[in-house]
């Protein structure tokens, strides 16, 4: 059965939600990998607002919030439940959907434990988009494909602010198999001719972060310590800078890079450089707390080999595609924490109806 197809009396991978098309008069049909994660969610919402008609790929079938929010949203999006190292369902997938452009975003994202899963790793973040590159040569060269590289490949100690010249020097397993992928993109554009850029993203996050990542963990733990579910946050290195954006921001840039004439590889980041301890100030001092009296520094936390100080200089993006960033540091923890609390209180009074009834 193809894999774009309902089988009858089956609620299956197919989730339409009617078509419509964009201002400009032409609907363009695009395949996102990893459309389940922060990014898949908000570029699925750009997209879907310009009028294109969206298929993406997740892991878990039905979805979860809040890509399910978009299924009645008015905008043509139909979801696949697949494993993105599976060659022929991503050939399948390809062939059937037919897209004109295809945004890989699939990744295990996680740094610290890519040095526990290596391979699992490499699968996702190196093979995947290696795949995708060779169906796009074999089907259709003229798709454009579009690749989520990372910050991290610059590794331990670069030079700051870094830009697209600044060396890879990537230190952990997911670092490595992101600079992979961008080797990769690098030669399918050359040897074969083919549309295919990386963006080197810095840190973004969103109210979506989960608690996997440091800064949906840094919002939530305050967020419980508020309603008195947690006494102490645990963290690793407070003198760790990042880059941080909003990314709702960031997938602007990667829609407009699809849309130049030419493919070529961006840095898209703030081009502040904030510490995890201001992140962490920030936050607690919004919500006016101390965060001394709650932190508590975890050895095991530590990396032995860390980015230290991650900071992107995105000049080419604001040049060629007119992107900056539109939410500052500020305005984003701020926003991460509104959105913590208000989720850990409704958690809270369901818990306590459910005990209720």
């Not at 006494?231 to 709702?248: H, K, M, P, S, Y």
């Not at 301890?277 to 001394?292: C, N, P, Q, S, T």
Request: charged share 20%.
């Amino acid at each position: 059965m193809p894999i774009l197809s309902t089988a009858p009396g089956s609620d299956g991978p197919r989730r339409s939600c009617g078509s419509f098309v964009g201002a400009g008069g032409q609907q363009v049909r695009v395949l996102i990998t990893g459309i389940g994660g922060q990014d898949g969610f908000y570029l699925s919402l750009a997209l879907l607002r310009r009028g294109h008609r969206v298929f993406g790929i997740h892991r878990r079938d039905p979805p979860g919030e809040p890509l399910a929010t978009l299924l009645p949203a008015g905008g043509d999006l139909q979801l696949l439940t697949g494993d993105v190292t599976d060659r022929a369902f991503l050939r399948r997938v390809v062939g059937e959907a037919a897209p004109e452009q295809i945004y890989n975003l699939a990744a295990q994202s996680r740094v610290g434990q890519s040095f526990a899963m290596a391979e699992r790793t490499f699968e996702v973040n190196a093979l995947a988009p290696l795949y995708l590159l060779e169906i796009i040569r074999e089907l259709n060269p003229r798709i454009r494909f579009f690749q989520a590289c990372s910050a991290e490949v610059f590794g331990e100690c670069p030079r700051a602010p870094q830009d697209e010249s600044t060396p890879f020097a990537p230190v952990s397993p997911y670092a490595i198999a992101k600079a992979s992928a961008y080797w990769l993109v690098n030669s399918y554009r050359r040897s074969s001719g083919l549309f295919a850029c990386n963006a080197i993203l810095y840190n973004h996050e969103s109210p979506l972060r989960d608690e996997s990542f440091l800064s949906g963990k840094v919002v939530r733990s305050l967020a419980r310590i508020l309603v008195g579910q947690q006494q102490t946050l645990a963290l690793g290195n407070l003198e760790a800078r990042r880059d941080w954006g909003f990314a709702g921001d960031y997938v602007e840039a990667m829609v407009a890079m699809m849309a130049q004439a030419e493919p070529d590889d961006y840095v898209i980041a703030s081009g502040e450089g904030h510490s995890v301890g201001e992140f962490v100030e920030e936050a607690f001092g919004y919500a006016r707390l101390d965060w001394r009296k709650h932190v508590v520094i975890d050895e095991q936390l530590l990396r032995a080999s860390e980015a230290h100080v991650l900071l992107g200089n995105a000049g080419r993006a604001r040049a060629r595609l007119g992107w900056q960033p539109r939410l500052g540091f500020q305005a984003l923890v701020r926003l991460m924490v509104d959105s913590a609390i208000e989720q850990v209180k409704a958690a809270t009074l369901s818990a306590a109806a459910s005990r209720e009834h």
